[in-house]
C-alpha cells in the first residue's frame, strides 16, 4: 500500500516564485489535510477538505490555495513564495474527522 | 478559539524511567488522538480516545481520556532509546471534525 504519496521531498525556492506540492491518497478517504511544521514547533492545519469539491481554511490559510478535483488528489499551491513559507509540509487523509490520520514524509521546502 | 495545551514542552530521561505528558482543553473534546512523529518522519497514530474516563494501553504507552473531557494524558513505561521523538495529543472538532495538534512534547531519552 502506498498510503499517502507527497511530491517532492525537498524544494528550493527564490522569492516570488511559485509552485504546487503534490499529494495523493490511495486509501478512498474522505478527509485530507495540508499542515505546515516550523522548526521546533508543533503542525498549524492550513486547509482541509471533507470530500471531492470541498475544502475549507484552516488556521494560517494566507499564501497557499488547494483543490479537491479527485477523492485521490488534494494539491497545495503557493503562488507567490516568501520566506515565511520556508517549512515542512505534510499532507495527511482519515476516513472521517474523527478517525485515525494516516500522514506522507513530509515536503521540505526553503525559500530564498 | 479552542485553546489546547500540552506540556512539558521537552523532556530529558535516561532509559528505563517512566514518562507522562498530558494535555488540557479549554472546551469539551469527543476525541483525543496521540501521535508519535520520529526524526524525519511525518506523525504515526499511537492511541485513539473516545469515551470520557477512558484508560487504553498499546504495549509500553497508556493513554486516558479525562473523564472531564477536557484533558488526557500519555505515559510511557520503561522508556527505551527508539521512544525518542515528538509526541503530539490531537483532537477532532467544531464544525467539520477537523484535526487539531497540540504543539508536542519533545522526548530525548539518554542510554
Known amino acids: 500500500n502506498a498510503g499517502v504519496t507527497q511530491t517532492p521531498k525537498f524544494r528550493i525556492l527564490k522569492i516570488g516564485q511559485s509552485m504546487t506540492l503534490q499529494c495523493t491518497q490511495d486509501?478512498?478517504?474522505?478527509?485530507m489535510y495540508w499542515y505546515r511544521q516550523d522548526p521546533g514547533m508543533g503542525l498549524k492545519l492550513i486547509y482541509y477538505?471533507?470530500?471531492?469539491?470541498?475544502?475549507d481554511k484552516g488556521e494560517v490559510p494566507n499564501g497557499y490555495n488547494v483543490s479537491r478535483s479527485t477523492t485521490e488528489d488534494f494539491p497545495l499551491r503557493l503562488e507567490l513564495a516568501a520566506p515565511s513559507q520556508t517549512s515542512v509540509y505534510f499532507c495527511a487523509s482519515s476516513t472521517e474527522g474523527d478517525t485515525e490520520a494516516f500522514f506522507g514524509q513530509g515536503t521540505r521546502l526553503t525559500v530564498v | 478559539g479552542q485553546q489546547l495545551n500540552q506540556s512539558p514542552q521537552s523532556m530529558f530521561i535516561q532509559e528505563g524511567e517512566d514518562v507522562s505528558m498530558n494535555c488540557t482543553s479549554s472546551s469539551i473534546f469527543n476525541t483525543w488522538l496521540w501521535y508519535k512523529q520520529d526524526p524525519g518522519e511525518g506523525p504515526v497514530l499511537l492511541i485513539a480516545?473516545?469515551?470520557?474516563?477512558e484508560l487504553t494501553s498499546n504495549g509500553r504507552l497508556t493513554a486516558q481520556f479525562g473523564i472531564t473531557r477536557k484533558d488526557s494524558f500519555l505515559n510511557i513505561s520503561a522508556s527505551i532509546p527508539s521512544d525518542v521523538g515528538i509526541y503530539f495529543c490531537a483532537w477532532s472538532g467544531g464544525s467539520n471534525y477537523k484535526l487539531t495538534f497540540g504543539k508536542g512534547t519533545l522526548l530525548t531519552v539518554n542510554p
Open positions: 477538505s471533507v470530500g471531492a469539491g470541498i475544502t
Open positions: 480516545l473516545y469515551k470520557a474516563g
Open positions: 486509501m478512498n478517504h474522505n478527509y
